[in-house]
Structure formats: C-alpha cells, structure tokens
C-alpha cells in the first residue's frame, strides 16, 4: 500500500526497466493524461489514479469526514463494464479491455475497500468482488493483472476488500486452494536467510527472497484484515520467528512481524529494495509497517518506526501527494495517534488540500456564510430599530414643545 503503486503497474505491464526510487514524487502533469476534476493530486494519475482516490477517499472516513459527492462520483465512474476497475481510464466512455483501460487486482480490490468503508455503494462493490473472484489463481491467490503469477501484494489487497464486504477469505477457494495456502508458500522459513518475511513472487528457479514490502502487506493479508486498522491492546511479548508447529495464518503473521521488528530496529525505518533506486529511507513501506505490526498486536513496537516517520515523513508526504498523506493518517489511526498532531503537520488538513474539500467543510462553510448573513440582517433589524427610537424621540420631544 504505497505511493509507488505506478511503479508497481509500469513492472506488471512490462515496460519498467528499472524501478523509480522509493521516495520519488508524484508524477509531473502529463500532456497525454491531464487531471480531471475530482482526482486527488496534481500528478499524472495514468499509472495511480484509482489507487490514490480510493487511500485518500478511505483516510477521510476513517477520520470522521465525509469525502465531497464529487471525488466519489469519480471513483465509481472509473469502474469498467465487467466490475473490475483499471489504475486509470481518461476517457470512461471507451470500454475496457482490448485496447482500453485494463483493469487489475490492486486497483479493483482498493476502490472496493474505499467504496465499502463509505456505504450506498453496493451495486459497484458487488461487482468489483464478482471479477476479483473470478480472476483468482489456482494457488489460490492472485497477481496484479488477470492471468498473471499469484504475487504476496495482490494476494494480500484483495483479501483486505473481500472483508471489507463481509466475506471469509478462507471460503474463497480456487480448485481447492485459498488465498492463506498461496500466502504460506511466499513465507521464509525461519532459519533461512530472511527468516520470517514473505517475497513478492518465487523467481524463476522457485527461490524466495525477502521484500519488506511484500513483507508488511502479507501481514494483513494473513490475518484477514484490510488498510484500515482499528488500534488494539498491546500484545506483552515481542515477536519472535518459530517454525515449530502447524503454519497458521496467525503464525506466519507473528514471523513476518518479528522480521519487521528486526528491520527497523537500528535506524526505524525501512531501506529502499527497489531495482535500479538509490539506497534510501523507504517512508511508503515504512508506514505499511507501523499498520502491519498495529494489525497484528505489536502496537509497542509500531511506535519507534512511527517516531521516525513523524520527525522525517513531513516532506515526503508534501512532496509525493494525496496517497501518501493517506498512508500516513493510516499509521496514525492504527496505533491510536492524532493524524492532526504529526510532527508539527496537520495530515488531515494536508490531504483535504490535495482534492475536493470533504462535504463536513462545504457545509461548515455554508453555515459561515449563513451565520454571516443571519448576523448582518440582525444588526440591520437592531439598527433599523435605533433609526426608528430616535425618530420617535424626536417626535414625541417635537410634540411637547408645540404643546407648551
């Protein structure tokens, strides 16, 4: 759940040659592909559009705003025939498929958890979750596009909108494989290198390698849970990595927490993996990490990463746009902090700036202007009243002297 999730399409369509650095900004406005009214963030959205509507979409609710009728009128309009949803269609009159729009797992299973959260939408979410269905692998997971390898990732997004709907992950089989079966074969084994931790994907020879990223995602995907963490007791022991015993969800969550702990324990944060990027702080994957440590009961280690993130995040996030405020404002949620009081940075406000005011701050604007104009015709009535208490004055002064 990061904002290098046009990264992510560009590597799933085939035409990344090296990975954009983990802190990149968004994407400069792009002559091919201009912003439409309604989209969060200035960037070009060809490769992000649906990913980081649907984050800031879902980081508003989850703070008790409302987003504006008109950032989610563009949301559902970005959902193709079939149900699924592309990362961004241009021209929504033009069908998906073929050479239009291709929609994917991530994107779909994004503006489901959105789309859900907010309610009134279950025309659009029921046949969002009808074509992620339909596109799981028989290993029981899935893989950004149709058709491709089961990844951690997607695996692990689509489960958070299956139970952002109400449904069991567990009963979603796939020739008899569930989405927890294709999950377990993408975790280390604790006595490997990288013990603990999940990969993206096998590489060609079946060999897994460690992705924090991938990491963080499969924690959630593991415990059935979806971006919105709601804050938990602390659970008293740290995570450790074990092998001993049968690999239940809960299990495998614990060892990729305990592989989480360990990797941010240093610097509290996370390095940058990224082919071809400079080494760097990872601050996307960093805040995936506070939420995947919160979700799975480590509240007490989540706080050292989220401590980094509050003294260095505020810049990337100013930088980057709309869904890395979101993510933001997630971590904060999930561990019972104030997104308003992030190092010095409203994150709450900042998000509002990048889109759409919510429709809490139109009708709070309304009411000013209201209020305005009611407190003008109250002191034009006091005032009128005055005017005529001093003519009457007059009036009554005027009588008495023609009387003497």
């Excluded at 759940?1 to 040659?17: C, D, H, K, P, Y």
């Excluded at 993510?327 to 010095?344: D, R, S, T, V, W």
Aim: glycine fraction near 12%; charged fraction near 20%.
């Amino acid at each position: 759940m990061n904002v290098r999730r046009s990264a992510a399409a560009l590597a799933a369509i085939g035409v990344l040659a090296a990975a954009a650095p983990a802190t990149a900004a968004e994407a400069s406005p792009s002559p091919k592909a201009t912003v439409p009214a309604g989209l969060f963030g200035k960037g070009d959205p060809t490769y992000d559009g649906v990913w980081r509507q649907s984050l800031a979409l879902l980081a508003q609710h989850t703070v008790g705003e409302r987003p504006a009728a008109s950032a989610v009128k563009w949301l559902t309009g970005q959902q193709c025939a079939d149900g699924g949803f592309a990362a961004f269609r241009a021209d929504t009159a033009k069908a998906c498929g073929g050479k239009g729009a291709q929609p994917d797992t991530n994107s779909t299973a994004a503006a489901v958890q959105a789309l859900a959260a907010l309610g009134g939408h279950r025309a659009e979410t029921g046949k969002a979750v009808r074509w992620l269905k339909a596109q799981q692998n028989k290993d029981g997971g899935w893989g950004y596009s149709p058709g491709s390898p089961s990844d951690t990732n997607s695996t692990s997004v689509v489960v958070g909108a299956l139970t952002a709907v109400g449904l069991d992950p567990a009963k979603q089989h796939a020739k008899g494989k569930t989405p927890a079966e294709a999950l377990a074969a993408m975790a280390i084994p604790c006595a490997k290198d990288g013990g603990g931790a999940f990969a993206y994907q096998p590489d060609k020879k079946g060999k897994l390698a460690a992705n924090a990223d991938a990491t963080a995602a499969a924690v959630l995907g593991a415990l059935g849970k979806n971006f919105v963490v709601e804050p938990a007791n602390a659970r008293a022991k740290a995570p450790a990595c074990t092998d001993s015993g049968k690999a239940t969800p809960r299990r495998l969550a614990d060892n990729a927490a305990a592989y989480l702990v360990g990797a941010v324990a240093k610097s509290g944060h996370l390095m940058s993996a990224m082919p071809g990027a400079k080494k760097q702080p990872d601050f996307g994957n960093t805040a995936d990490t506070v939420v995947a440590l919160a979700a799975d009961g480590w509240s007490a280690q989540a706080k050292t990463p989220y401590a980094w993130l509050e003294k260095n995040a505020g810049p990337w996030a100013q930088q980057s746009g709309p869904a890395a405020y979101a993510q933001l404002i997630l971590a904060a949620h999930a561990l019972g902090e104030n997104p308003k009081e992030f190092g010095g940075t409203n994150l709450v406000q900042a998000l509002d700036k990048q889109g759409p005011a919510p429709e809490q701050a139109k009708k709070s604007a309304a009411h000013k202007a209201e209020e305005k104009k009611s407190n003008h015709e109250v002191w034009w009535f006091v005032g009128s009243c005055l005017v005529a208490g001093i003519g009457a004055g007059f009036l009554i002064s005027g009588r008495k002297k023609n009387r003497a």
